[in-house]
Structure formats: C-alpha cells, structure tokens
C-alpha cells in the first residue's frame, strides 16, 4: 500500500517538484548547493558577519600573517593585506560583488535570451536569420578580449562590467532556447493552440516557454561561474570596480607581488573564487542530471 501510494504521489507531483526531488537525492550536488548558499548568506549579511570595517587601513598591521593574535584573540584570522587591511572581512563583502554581478547578468542575459530564442525558433524566417548571424558574429570573439575591449570603452565600474557581460552572454541562453523552440513548435499542445486561434506571443509565452525552462535554468547555473570567472579576471587587470571596493579579482591582483613574503593577501581570496565556482560547477552538474530526462532511470 505505502508504495502503491509513493507512486501515485509521485505521478501527482509537477515536474518541477520530481527534478528538485531527484536533485536532492545526490549528496555532493545538495552539499554543493548549500555552500552556494552559504555564499549568498555571507554576502547579504556582510555587515553584520564582517569582524572589521573592510576598508579600514592600519600600516602597523601591514602584511600581518593569518591567525595574528591581538589581545589573546585571533582578530585577524586570514592576517592582513598592503595597507593593513583585514583579508577575511575583505573577502566576505567581496562575495557581493562576484555573487550580484553574476546574478545580474544572468538574469539580464538569459531573459534577452529567452526572448530572441523564442522569436528566432517560433517565426522564422528573417528574424531567424538575423538573430542567428548576430549570434555567430558574436561567438566568434573570445568572451574576455572581447569583455576586455568594451571596459576598455566604457571604463571601469559595477555598471559598467553588467553591461559589457550582458552585451555577449546572452546568446548562450538564446542558442539554448531556439533549439528547444524548433523541436517543441511543431508538437501537439502547440498545434492544439495554433488552431484554436492563439497568437503567436501566447503560444511562445504561455505554451512553448514553460516547458523549455529546465534546460535554461541550467545553463544559467553554468554560466554564473563563467561570469564569476569573467568578472574577477577583469578585476585582477584593473578593469572591474574601482577601489577601495573589495573584489576577489582585485585582491588577488594586489597581492601577488608579495606571494614570496604573504602568499596569504592573494591566496585566501583566490581559494573564494575557486570554492564558489567548484560548488556552482558541482551543483549544476546535479542540476543536469536532475532536470535531463536522458539520466533518469
């Protein structure tokens, strides 16, 4: 009875619930998930977590190693930089920058995705045409020269990086999106829709789109390290938020003409963005396997 009702439940479940389901079931992508979210937390929580301004300067604590003493406590647990700064407070007001400029452009870039795959994939055409030679043109730069080259013409800042990496990363998704649209254009529910009348904007936003979302929502969990990665390279060249801002990329860059005398001011943020973007990685793996119906059983 208990498995006859375990079925029925399961066969009531949206599709939606089964994926979750089936990706909390590996271990390594739920634990991956949750450093995720311990990312997120920090970065919300900045202020509150951080043991010290992250901006304040003190030339006596200058290149301090990890876990210095200061009245019988550890008060800098990852020492210090240059300037005297605390490492770890630096680095937890840091995940605000990787973690909002990642969200931001892929939420940006994926919604003019969604939007120019649907068009590209439903009508045709010349707009296919278009859009699809857009796309081409634009692959065919490497992503950071090409990321590198619109800083260098819109200048460094927070704004700034969001735009020049929405500007290419949404042919990703649309890509995605328009292989999914041609496939799903021609199935039963969509002709079902077509002959009783509905427009072409209801058929792609109400009958095509929500059952293409799986395989966008994990390309996006992809790309966010991707545009993790992106963001702290042009960081570390000078070309991402300015100081006294604290960005991973940045951090790294300062510290790695001291790597012989403080290995620490470069290494610990470095291993932040190594950990976030292993656990990004690892849980979209998940996040695939879960929502492709070509790994279930």
């Known amino acids: 009875m208990t498995a006859a009702v375990q079925s029925v439940q399961f066969q009531t ?7 979750l389901r089936q990706f909390a079931t590996s271990r390594l992508s739920l634990i991956s998930a949750l450093v995720v979210l311990a990312f997120c937390v920090l970065a919300i929580f900045a202020p509150w977590i951080a043991p010290h301004d992250p901006n304040e300067t003190d030339l006596f604590l200058r290149l301090q190693p990890p876990f210095w003493m200061e ?3 550890i008060a800098y647990p990852l020492g210090c930089d240059a300037l005297g700064r605390d490492i770890l407070s630096r680095i937890i007001y840091g995940s605000r920058v990787s973690i909002f ?5 892929i939420l940006l870039a994926t919604a003019v995705g969604i939007l120019a795959g649907l068009a590209s994939g439903y009508l045709g055409g010349k707009v296919d045409i278009v859009i699809s030679r857009i796309v081409d043109i634009l692959l065919g730069f490497p992503y950071l020269i090409f990321a590198i080259a619109l800083m260098a013409m819109l200048g460094p800042g927070l704004q700034n990086i969001v735009l020049a990496l929405v500007y290419k990363e949404w042919v990703i998704p649309c890509r995605v999106v328009r292989g999914e649209t041609l496939a799903a254009r021609e199935v039963e529910y969509v002709e079902a829709a077509r002959a009783a009348g509905a427009s072409g904007r209801y058929i792609m936003l109400r009958e095509i789109l929500p059952n293409i979302l799986s395989p ?3 390309v996006s969990t992809v790309r966010m390290a991707n545009v993790i990665i992106l963001e702290a390279s042009l960081s570390f060249l000078g070309l991402g938020v300015q100081p006294p801002t604290a960005s991973w990329g940045a951090m790294v860059a ?3 003409v001291f790597m012989l005398e403080a290995w620490w001011v470069s290494t610990f943020p470095g291993l932040a ?3 976030l973007v292993l656990a990004l990685n690892v ?7 879960a929502f492709d119906p070509k790994f279930h059983d």
């Open 216 to 218: 966008v929502i994990v």
């Open 13 to 19: 479940e949206s599709p939606l619930v089964r994926n």
């Open 283 to 289: 849980a979209s793996q998940g996040l695939r396997d």
């Open 101 to 105: 400029i990642g969200l931001v452009v």
């Open 71 to 73: 009245g019988g406590d």
């Open 254 to 256: 300062d510290g790695r």
């Open 273 to 275: 963005i190594l950990l």
